[in-house]
């Protein structure tokens, strides 16, 4: 479970030719999504069958009650307002420290930019509405929502399973997060090196949000909707480049 993230990005990547992992059109998007949750219903079926975790070790039962998709939706807007002010900072203090001339700057950005372009098509995204609203509906609260988050709270049932004594506290299950966002991060390598700090920076949020409320419901969620809302900006931010 711990290399699943790794394995399926690298996966993704190689067996489209380069192309984007989510395909180019409607049927290979749905195609691509059935084959990502049967390949994880598989793993994660195994993984319980050999350590019978329970609902409460899988972090399974609905808390905090009605107020799951109301902290959920907020949860995706703090996330995405904190990793903007993480990356200003980072950002400034290079500026500071390098000094770098505007077209090196430029060119950094230009090199090192997530490669959103691995994982989704962007002229389907934008003039095909069948994709862009399966992207939306089903791809994010699927996929990046439900099946990456139940990836988390198997990843940290096993770190407490494994070292008890270091990670089945509440200060354990943070530094848990912290794990397990290294090798989610790591499986966006494909996208990038900036992409890998970003995601790695939310993966560590989305499990402090596991961890305090003992639920990966508020989390999948705020998970969910962050990667929607992301999709239905790109059509948006492509249109503001041109």
Sequence with gaps: MASLPIIAGFAG?????????LTDNVRGLLFVTGYEVLFFAVIFGLAWLFSRATR?????RWRPGYW?????ALYSVAIRLA???IALIVASIFMVITRPSMASVQNFAQ???PKVE?????????HNPIYFWLTLALVSPVVG??????????????????????????????????????FFGLGHYPQGWLAVGMITIVGFLLGVIMTVH???WPAAVAHGLFDATSVAMLPFALHQLK
């Design 13 to 21: 990547k190689s067996s489209h030719g380069g192309g984007p992992a």
């Design 56 to 60: 409460d070790d899988l972090l399974l």
């Design 68 to 72: 799951v998709l109301p902290l959920g």
């Design 83 to 85: 990793v903007g002010v």
């Design 111 to 113: 090199a090192n930019r």
């Design 118 to 126: 691995a994982l989704v098509d962007f002229n389907a995204l934008s």
């Design 145 to 182: 929502g439900l099946r990456e988050e139940l990836w988390r709270s198997s990843f940290l049932a096993g770190l407490r399973s494994i070292w008890p004594r270091t990670f089945a506290s509440e200060r354990g299950g943070y530094f848990g997060a912290g794990v397990a966002a290294l």
């Design 214 to 216: 003992r639920s990966i």
